[in-house]
C-alpha cells in the first residue's frame, strides 16, 4: 500500500505553499505516497515530532542538520530552498555599505548564530576589515519584534527571516547588501540550499522509495510555481499578504530561491561550513568543524 | 460580589481605558482599540476556529488544573504536617520549583513523546511544585488547638479533613486555585505552541508570528473572557459561601 | 477508669510536672485545685494523649470528652454541627435536646463567631456530654458564666456524671464546684508540681472567699 | 533545615535516579546523564559566559521580584480588606492574572520598546496580579480580634503592619515568595528569549535551538543551583527565625 | 470622662441593646452584671469604638485601655514585647516592673503560647495598666486566675485606679469583684437588653452564693 508521509512543518513558514501545492494537485498520490500536514507554531516542535518519532519530515537548514548528524543523529537532506536574507535599512537611511554601520544598532532575528548575520560578519571583514559584532550594537529578538521596531526606526538596520524581509521591503526598507551578493563575494556557492527537508535514515531504510517520489513530488510543485500564476491565487490566503506589493514581493522571493535541480556542490558546502565554524564556532557546527560525509540525499 | 454591576461597570472603565490608550498611540496594528477587535471576534467566534481551539485549550487546562491541585494539595499538606518528611522532599521541591517550564515541556515531549500525555504530563509537572509550596505554608499553620480537639473526641480521617483542616487551608487553596489557574493556563500555551496543533496557544503564537496583534488579542481574551465568566458564576459564589461564617 | 503515672514532664529546661500518679474510676469525679501556671492544663493533655512527651504511662479508656480551657470550636460550622461533626452518631434531636439544657438552643444556626464567650463555653460543654464518655475532662468549665447560669451547668454536669459513670477529672479555681462534683479533691503544687491534699484552709468553701475582701 | 546534610543527602538520591534513567534511557542526547554535564558545565563557568549570563538573568529575576512583590502586597492588602476597593479592581485583576505571559511581553516590547525598561515592566506586570491574589486571600482572614486590639490601643501604621499584619500574612508572603522567584524567573527566560541579548533565557533559547539538550540543562540547572542556595543559605533559616513561634 | 447615649445596636434581626445610656467620670468605675448573652461584651466594644455600626452616639477620651474577654496577644512576639510593642513610650524597666506586678517577669522572654491561660491573661492586665489610660475597660478580667492571684490583680487594679484615676468599666459576674472595685454597679438585662439598678438578690453577696448548693 501506499506509503505515508507525515510532515512536522510551522504552520506559517512558506514550506506549505509548497507542499500544499503537492497535496491540492495530487504530486504525492501520482508519486505513490500520501501526505499528511502536522502544523505547529514553534520551530523547536518540528524538531520534537521528527526526533519522537511522530513525523517522518521536517525542514531544517543544513548546517544544523549537519551539527545533529556528526552528533550522531541519522539525518538527511534534501534542499528545499537557497533562499537567503539580507540586511535591510530605512529608505532614508544615510548607510551605502556595511561600513557605515560603524557604532549603529542592528535588530537580529536569528540571534547570534543566525546564518545571514555569520556570512555578513565574514563579508565586513574581508571588504572592510571590520569587526561588524565588535563595531556595531546587536539587538536579537523574535522575528516580529525585529519586524516593528526596524520599522519603528528603533534600530538602524535589521536581519529578519526572509518572508520578513519581504514585508519591509514592501513597506519601503532599502536593501543594504544582499547576503547572496556577501557570499558570492566570499567564493561561496550560491546554489548550496541553505534549508532542506530532513528525513531519518531509518525512516527511509524502511519506505526506500519515498526519498525519490517526495523529491519529484517537490520538484512538480516548484515547477508548477514557477509557470503558472494561477497557482499563486490558491495560495494567497495562507500567504498573509496585506497588499499586492506585498505578494508580489513574497513571490519573488520565492521563486529566487528555488534551487537548481540535481545534486548539491558538496565541496563548496564544505567551503561553507569551514566558513561558519570560522565565525559561529564550535556553538554552530558540533565539534568536529568537519562536514560529517552522507549529508545530502543523493536522488538522481 | 453582592453587586454584579459593579463588576460589570469596573469592566467598562477598563475598555474605557484601553480605548483611549489605543486612540493616544494611533497605531492599531500594535494597540488596537477593542472595538476594533469585536468584528475579527465575531467572525472567528462564529465562521473560525475560535470556539474549537477554546474548547481544546480549556479541557487542558481544566484537566491539568485538576491533576496538579490534588498532587499539590496532597503533597503540600504531608510536607506540611511532617517536618521529617519535608526535609527530604524540599530539595526536590526547588528543583522543580524552578526547573524552566520550556525545559520541562520540551523533556517530557522528547521522553513521553509529542502526544497529549506528554503536554499535560508536562503542564502537570509544571505546576504541582508551586501547589505543594503554597499549600505546605497553608499547612505549617493549622491550629494545633483543632487537631487536639479531633484527636480528643476521635474524629475520623475523613470528616476531618474536610471539617477541620479543609476550612482552615481555604484561603491558601483559593488563592492556589485562583493564581494556579493562571499559571496553568499560561504553561498551556507554552504546551501547545511548543508541541500541539490546536489550541489558543498554538492559535497566539500564530498569529503573534504573522504580527497580526489584534488577532493575538482576540484569542488571549477569548480566555481571559471565559475565566472572568467562571470567576463570576462559580468561583466567587462558592468563595463566598465558604466563608460566609467570616463575615457572619 | 484511668491510671496515671507521669515520671517527669518539661517543657525545654522548664520542669512542669513530677512524680503525679493516681487513678480515677467509673463515676469518680476527681477535683484538682492549684494556683494559675501550675501545670493543670499540662497535667490534662497529658492524661487525654494531647501531648505524648513525657516520661511514664497512663492507661486510658477509648471513649473520650475534654472541654478545653479556651472553647475551641469550629468557627466555620454552626453551633449544631459542632455537635454532629464531632459525635458521628449523634442526631438532630439529641444535639438539638443538648443545646436546650445548656441554654443555647436559640443559636444552634449561627456560628461560634456570632455567640458570646460564655454561650460558645455552653456549646464547649454539650459538645463534650453528647457523646458517652468514659472519661470527661473538665478544665475550668464554667469561667465566664454568671451564677444562675453556672447553677445549670452544674446541675447538667451532675446529672451525667450520675447517668453515664465516666471517670472524671476537674480542674477548677472555685471550691463550690469542687464542692459540688467532686468525690475526691487534690491540690497541685510546687515547682515541678506534684499532687497534694488540700490545705486546710481551703476546704472550708464559702468562708474562704470571705477573707478576699 | 536543622540537617544540612540531609538536604545533602536528598539531592544526591534525585541525581542517583537521574543516572539511573539515563542509563536506561540510554540516549545522551535526550537525556544525558548529570555526570556527563559536569564537564560542560564547568567549561561554561570558568573558560564560557555562564557567570555573566546568570548575572544578568539573577539581576532582573532580583530586580523584578522586588518590585512585583512590593506593589502586590501593597495591592492585595489593600483588597483584602476594603471590600468596596476589591469590588472595583477584582475585575482587573482577574484579567492582567490571565492575560498570557507572551502577549504581556510582546506588548510590552512593542510599546515600550526592545529595552531592558520593557523587559522589567513586563515581568512585574505579569507577576503583581499573582503575587496580589494571594496576599489578598490572606489579607481577608486577618485576625479581627488583633485589629480591634490594635485599634483600641491605637497603634501607629508602621509597627501595626509590621508587628501584627505582617505576621499574620506570613505563611502567605512567604508561600508567594517562594512560588513567586519560580515564577518570575520563568518569565524572565520567556522575556529574554523574546527580546533580550543576554540572560540564561538567551542561551537556553539559543541551545534549544540548536537542540542541545545537555547545554540547555546547563544552563538551567545553573539557576537551579543558585536557588538551592538560596534557600539553604537566606529563604529557610529567616523562615526558621520568623515562626520560631510556632515551634516554641 | 465616657457619654454613652446608645439608641439601639442589633446583629442583623437581632437586637441586642436599646437605649442605654450613661456616663463615667474620672476616677469612677462602673461595674456591668448581667447574664451570659446579654450583650456586656457588645455594649463594651462599642463604648471602645471597636464596632461602629450602631444608633447613637458615644464620647470617649483618647487613651483607652482594653482587657479583653480573651487574652488577645500577639502570639509571635514575647511576652515584653507584646507590652512594649503596643505602648510606644514604655521602657524595657517599666514594662519588666509590670510583668513583676503580675507574677509573670519570669515569662518575660517567651512567647504567649507557651504560657499558661492564666498567666496569658495577666499579661493582658499588664498591657492595660502599662499605659496611662484615660478609659479602662475591663471585660471579666479575673477568671481563670486562683484565688490568691485574682487577689493580686484586684489589688493591682485598685491602685491603678487610685493612682491613674481613669473612668472605668467593668464586666464580671463576681459579686465580690464588683464590691471591690466599683463606685457604682448597674444590671444589664432583657431582650434587647438596657441598663437597671442591681436586683437586691444580687447586691447580698456571699448569702447569694449560699444558695447555689
Ligand atoms: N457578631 C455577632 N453576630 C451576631 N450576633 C452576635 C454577634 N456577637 C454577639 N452576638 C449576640 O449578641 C448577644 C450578646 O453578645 P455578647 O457577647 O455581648 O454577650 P455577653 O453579655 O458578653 O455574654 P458573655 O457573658 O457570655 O460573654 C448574644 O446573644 C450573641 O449571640
Ligand atoms: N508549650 C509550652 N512551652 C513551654 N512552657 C509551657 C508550655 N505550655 C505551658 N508551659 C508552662 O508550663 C507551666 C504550666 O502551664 P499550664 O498551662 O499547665 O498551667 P495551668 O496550671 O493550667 O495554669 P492556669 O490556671 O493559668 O491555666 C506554665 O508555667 C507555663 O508557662
Ligand atoms: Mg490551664
Ligand atoms: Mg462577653
Not at chain 2, 459564589?237 to 457572619?248: D, F, G, I, L
Given at each position: 500500500?501506499?506509503?505515508?508521509?507525515?510532515?512536522?512543518v510551522l504552520k506559517t513558514g512558506t514550506v506549505n505553499w509548497?507542499l500544499d501545492t503537492?497535496q491540492r494537485?495530487?504530486?504525492?498520490?501520482?508519486?505513490?505516497?500520501?501526505?499528511?500536514l502536522q502544523p505547529y507554531a514553534d520551530?523547536?516542535a518540528?524538531?520534537?515530532?521528527?526526533?519522537?518519532?511522530?513525523?517522518?519530515?521536517?525542514?531544517?537548514?543544513?548546517?544544523?542538520?549537519?551539527?545533529?548528524?556528526?552528533?550522531?543523529?541519522?539525518?538527511?537532506?534534501?534542499?528545499?530552498?537557497?533562499?537567503?536574507?539580507?540586511?535591510?535599512?530605512?529608505?532614508?537611511?544615510?548607510?551605502?555599505?556595511?561600513?557605515?554601520?560603524?557604532?549603529?544598532?542592528?535588530?537580529?532575528a536569528?540571534?547570534?548564530?543566525?546564518?545571514?548575520?555569520?556570512?555578513?560578519?565574514?563579508?565586513?571583514?574581508?571588504?572592510?576589515?571590520?569587526?561588524?559584532?565588535?563595531?556595531?550594537?546587536?539587538?536579537?529578538g523574535a522575528p516580529p519584534l525585529i519586524f516593528k521596531s526596524a520599522l519603528d526606526g528603533e534600530?538602524?538596520?535589521?536581519?529578519n527571516f526572509?518572508h520578513f524581509l519581504a514585508k519591509m521591503k514592501a513597506a519601503g526598507m532599502?536593501?543594504?547588501?544582499?547576503?547572496?551578493?556577501?557570499?558570492?563575494?566570499?567564493?561561496?556557492?550560491?546554489?548550496?540550499?541553505?534549508?532542506?527537508?530532513?528525513?531519518?535514515?531509518?525512516?527511509?531504510?524502511?519506505?526506500?522509495?519515498?526519498?525519490?517520489?517526495?523529491?519529484?513530488?517537490?520538484?512538480?510543485?516548484?515547477?508548477?510555481?514557477?509557470?503558472?500564476?494561477s497557482a499563486w491565487d490558491a495560495l494567497r490566503p495562507m500567504m498573509n499578504a496585506k497588499t499586492d506589493v506585498e505578494f508580489n514581493q513574497l513571490k519573488?522571493?520565492y521563486?529566487?530561491?528555488?534551487?537548481?535541480?540535481?545534486?548539491?556542490?558538496?565541496?563548496?558546502?564544505?567551503?561553507?561550513?569551514?566558513?561558519?565554524?570560522?565565525?559561529?564556532?564550535?556553538?554552530?557546527?558540533?565539534?568536529?568543524?568537519?562536514?560529517?560525509?552522507?549529508?545530502?540525499?543523493?536522488?538522481? | 460580589m453582592?453587586n454584579p454591576s459593579a463588576r460589570f461597570l469596573s469592566l467598562l472603565c477598563l475598555a474605557g481605558l484601553w480605548i483611549a490608550a489605543s486612540a493616544l498611540r494611533g497605531d492599531p496594528s500594535v494597540l488596537p482599540s477593542p472595538l476594533a477587535l469585536a468584528e475579527p471576534f465575531w467572525r472567528e467566534l462564529t465562521d473560525g476556529p475560535l470556539l474549537f481551539h477554546l474548547g481544546m485549550t480549556t479541557w487542558r487546562v481544566v484537566?491539568?488544573?485538576?491533576?496538579?491541585?490534588?498532587?499539590?494539595?496532597?503533597?503540600?499538606?504531608?510536607?506540611?504536617?511532617?517536618?521529617?518528611?519535608?526535609?527530604?522532599?524540599?530539595?526536590?521541591?526547588?528543583?522543580?520549583?524552578?526547573?524552566?517550564?520550556?525545559?520541562?515541556?520540551?523533556?517530557?515531549?522528547?521522553?513521553?513523546?509529542?502526544?497529549?500525555?506528554?503536554?499535560?504530563?508536562?503542564?502537570?509537572?509544571?505546576?504541582?511544585?508551586?501547589?505543594?509550596?503554597?499549600?505546605?505554608?497553608?499547612?505549617?499553620?493549622?491550629?494545633?488547638?483543632?487537631?487536639?480537639?479531633?484527636?480528643?473526641?476521635?474524629?475520623?480521617?475523613?470528616?476531618?479533613?474536610?471539617?477541620?483542616?479543609?476550612?482552615?487551608?481555604?484561603?491558601?487553596?483559593?488563592?492556589?486555585?485562583?493564581?494556579?489557574i493562571a499559571?496553568i493556563w499560561k504553561i498551556v500555551l507554552v504546551v501547545e505552541f511548543l508541541?500541539r496543533s490546536n489550541g489558543i496557544g498554538f492559535q497566539i503564537h500564530l498569529y503573534f508570528q504573522l504580527f497580526d496583534v489584534p488577532m493575538v488579542l482576540v484569542y488571549a481574551f477569548s480566555f481571559i473572557a471565559l475565566m472572568l465568566l467562571i470567576e463570576a458564576l462559580f468561583l466567587q459564589?462558592?468563595?463566598?459561601?465558604?466563608?460566609?461564617?467570616?463575615?457572619? | 477508669?484511668?491510671?496515671?503515672?507521669?515520671?517527669?514532664?518539661?517543657?525545654?529546661?522548664?520542669?512542669?510536672?513530677?512524680?503525679?500518679?493516681?487513678?480515677?474510676?467509673?463515676?469518680?469525679?476527681?477535683?484538682?485545685?492549684?494556683?494559675?501556671?501550675?501545670?493543670?492544663?499540662?497535667?490534662?493533655?497529658?492524661?487525654?494523649?494531647?501531648?505524648?512527651?513525657?516520661?511514664?504511662?497512663?492507661?486510658?479508656?477509648?471513649?473520650?470528652?475534654?472541654?478545653?480551657?479556651?472553647?475551641?470550636?469550629?468557627?466555620?460550622?454552626?453551633?449544631?454541627?459542632?455537635?454532629?461533626?464531632?459525635?458521628?452518631?449523634?442526631?438532630?434531636?439529641?444535639?438539638?435536646?443538648?443545646?436546650?439544657?445548656?441554654?443555647?438552643?436559640?443559636?444552634?444556626?449561627?456560628?461560634?463567631?456570632?455567640?458570646?464567650?460564655?454561650?460558645?463555653?455552653?456549646?464547649?460543654?454539650?459538645?463534650?456530654?453528647?457523646?458517652?464518655?468514659?472519661?470527661?475532662?473538665?478544665?475550668?468549665?464554667?469561667?465566664?458564666?454568671?451564677?444562675?447560669?453556672?447553677?445549670?451547668?452544674?446541675?447538667?454536669?451532675?446529672?451525667?456524671?450520675?447517668?453515664?459513670?465516666?471517670?472524671?477529672?476537674?480542674?477548677?479555681?472555685?471550691?463550690?464546684?469542687?464542692?459540688?462534683?467532686?468525690?475526691?479533691?487534690?491540690?497541685?503544687?510546687?515547682?515541678?508540681?506534684?499532687?497534694?491534699?488540700?490545705?486546710?484552709?481551703?476546704?472550708?468553701?464559702?468562708?474562704?472567699?470571705?477573707?478576699?475582701?
Open positions: 500500500e501506499e506509503p505515508v508521509v507525515r510532515a512536522a509548497e503537492i494537485n495530487g504530486f504525492d498520490k501520482a508519486n505513490g505516497f500520501t501526505l499528511t520551530n523547536g518540528t524538531r520534537v515530532a521528527v526526533e519522537g518519532g511522530e513525523a517522518d519530515v521536517m525542514v531544517a537548514d543544513w548546517l544544523w542538520v549537519a551539527v545533529q548528524r556528526a552528533a550522531g543523529k541519522d539525518y538527511v537532506f534534501l534542499p528545499y530552498s537557497t533562499a537567503v536574507g539580507s540586511i535591510v535599512v530605512p529608505q532614508d537611511s544615510p548607510a551605502q555599505s556595511l561600513a557605515d554601520l560603524k557604532g549603529k544598532k542592528i535588530g537580529i536569528g540571534g547570534p548564530l543566525d546564518k545571514s548575520w555569520l556570512i555578513l560578519r565574514a563579508y565586513a571583514n574581508k571588504e572592510y576589515g571590520m569587526d561588524l559584532a565588535a563595531e556595531t550594537e546587536q539587538v536579537y534600530t538602524d538596520a535589521a536581519i526572509w532599502r536593501e543594504l547588501v544582499s547576503v547572496s551578493t556577501a557570499s558570492e563575494a566570499l567564493g561561496l556557492d550560491p546554489d548550496i540550499p541553505l534549508l532542506g527537508y530532513v528525513f531519518k535514515e531509518s525512516y527511509l531504510a524502511e519506505h526506500p522509495d519515498v526519498l525519490k517520489s517526495f523529491y519529484q513530488a517537490s520538484r512538480s510543485a516548484k515547477d508548477l510555481l514557477g509557470s503558472d500564476e519573488k522571493d521563486l529566487a530561491g528555488v534551487p537548481k535541480p540535481g545534486p548539491v556542490n558538496e565541496d563548496g558546502a564544505a567551503t561553507f561550513f569551514k566558513l561558519m565554524a570560522d565565525y559561529g564556532g564550535e556553538k554552530l557546527v558540533g565539534d568536529t568543524g568537519i562536514l560529517p560525509p552522507g549529508l545530502f540525499a543523493k536522488v538522481e | 453582592q484537566l491539568s488544573f485538576a491533576l496538579a491541585m490534588a498532587i499539590g494539595t496532597a503533597l503540600g499538606l504531608m510536607m506540611g504536617t511532617r517536618p521529617g518528611l519535608d526535609k527530604w522532599l524540599d530539595p526536590w521541591l526547588v528543583v522543580f520549583l524552578n526547573l524552566p517550564a520550556l525545559v520541562l515541556i520540551v523533556l517530557c515531549y522528547l521522553w513521553i513523546g509529542l502526544n497529549e500525555t506528554a503536554a499535560i504530563a508536562a503542564v502537570v509537572l509544571n505546576k504541582i511544585p508551586n501547589v505543594a509550596t503554597l499549600v505546605r505554608e497553608g499547612a505549617r499553620t493549622l491550629s494545633p488547638d483543632l487537631k487536639a480537639m479531633a484527636t480528643v473526641y476521635r474524629m475520623r480521617r475523613i470528616p476531618y479533613l474536610r471539617h477541620v483542616v479543609l476550612p482552615q487551608m481555604g484561603p491558601v487553596l483559593t488563592g492556589a486555585a485562583r493564581s494556579g499559571v508541541g459564589p462558592s468563595e463566598r459561601r465558604v466563608t460566609a461564617w467570616r463575615r457572619a | 477508669m484511668i491510671r496515671v503515672g507521669i515520671k517527669r514532664k518539661d517543657f525545654g529546661t522548664l520542669k512542669v510536672l513530677e512524680d503525679v500518679r493516681f487513678e480515677v474510676r467509673e463515676g469518680e469525679c476527681l477535683a484538682i485545685l492549684g494556683p494559675s501556671g501550675v501545670g493543670k492544663s499540662t497535667l490534662l493533655r497529658l492524661v487525654a494523649g494531647i501531648d505524648k512527651d513525657f516520661e511514664g504511662n497512663i492507661e486510658r479508656p477509648e471513649r473520650l470528652a475534654f472541654v478545653f480551657q479556651e472553647p475551641t470550636l469550629l468557627p466555620w460550622r454552626s453551633a449544631i454541627d459542632n455537635l454532629l461533626l464531632v459525635h458521628e452518631g449523634l442526631t438532630r434531636d439529641a444535639a438539638l435536646a443538648m443545646l436546650v439544657r445548656t441554654g443555647i438552643a436559640d443559636k444552634a444556626d449561627v456560628y461560634p463567631g456570632q455567640m458570646s464567650l460564655g454561650q460558645q463555653r455552653r456549646l464547649a460543654l454539650a459538645r463534650a456530654f453528647a457523646g458517652q464518655p468514659e472519661l470527661l475532662i473538665l478544665d475550668e468549665p464554667f469561667v465566664s458564666l454568671d451564677d444562675a447560669t453556672a447553677d445549670q451547668m452544674l446541675d447538667l454536669t451532675a446529672d451525667l456524671l450520675r447517668d453515664v459513670r465516666p471517670a472524671a477529672l476537674l480542674v477548677t479555681h472555685d471550691k463550690r464546684e469542687a464542692d459540688r462534683l467532686a468525690t475526691r479533691m487534690l491540690q497541685l503544687s510546687g515547682k515541678p508540681a506534684s499532687l497534694g491534699p488540700v490545705p486546710q484552709s481551703f476546704s472550708g468553701g464559702r468562708t474562704y472567699h470571705s477573707g478576699r475582701k
